[in-house]
């Protein structure tokens, strides 16, 4: 599975009135706190990939959900396209205790407050992500690597129709923001 997409910069109060405009389905808000390590045999930075938990409440309930993340490089350079696996752990402090003892360490945790909603087939996401500031995200998934190009192409129609201009696009990870911050 590959994953398109597409981050700018964003006031998301402006966002939020374009997407009512525009018909946008609201899915749900979420709280995310995203924990990043570092690989005993290699460097993700310098290889471009990402290793992370993700533990994720929805905002006034008591459950969480967490999930462990991989993501390679980035496979083009108009983009943050690239393969992901991701598969649902029970228990994220247990999936903690597992990389730290086989020699994974911790890099940061990034958290965020995120509220998606549904356009034209793609998910737009607003985030604001403490210590970084607000961001929109549009993102979608293909099955093949022959799709990134149409994938990628439609992100930017979807920025565009949100007011926003894809020139303005980061490819930097919240995590590489945090860390720059």
């Known amino acids: 599975m590959y994953e398109v997409e597409v981050k700018v910069p964003a006031d998301l109060e402006a966002v939020r009135d374009r997407l009512g405009d525009l018909g946008a389905t609201r899915k749900r808000a979420v709280v995310q706190a995203d924990t990043y390590y570092d690989a005993p045999h290699r460097s993700f930075p310098e ?91 549009v993102e979608t998934e293909v099955a093949a690597e022959a799709d990134l190009e149409s994938a990628r192409e439609g992100a930017y129609e979807v920025i565009e129709r949100l007011d926003l201009d894809p020139d303005d696009q980061l490819r930097t990870s919240y995590l590489g923001l945090l860390l720059e911050s």
């Open 47 to 137: 290889t471009d990939e990402a290793l992370r938990i993700r533990r994720e409440s929805i905002p006034d309930d008591e459950t969480a959900e967490s999930r462990i993340t991989y993501k390679g490089p980035l496979l083009d350079d108009e983009s943050k396209s690239r393969e992901e696996f991701e598969t649902g752990v029970d228990d994220g402090e247990t999936m903690d205790a597992v990389l730290t003892s086989l020699g994974f360490e911790a890099a940061a945790t990034v958290r965020k407050e995120r509220e998606r909603y549904g356009l034209e087939g793609y998910t737009v996401t607003l985030d604001a992500v403490d210590d970084v500031g607000e961001y929109v995200e």
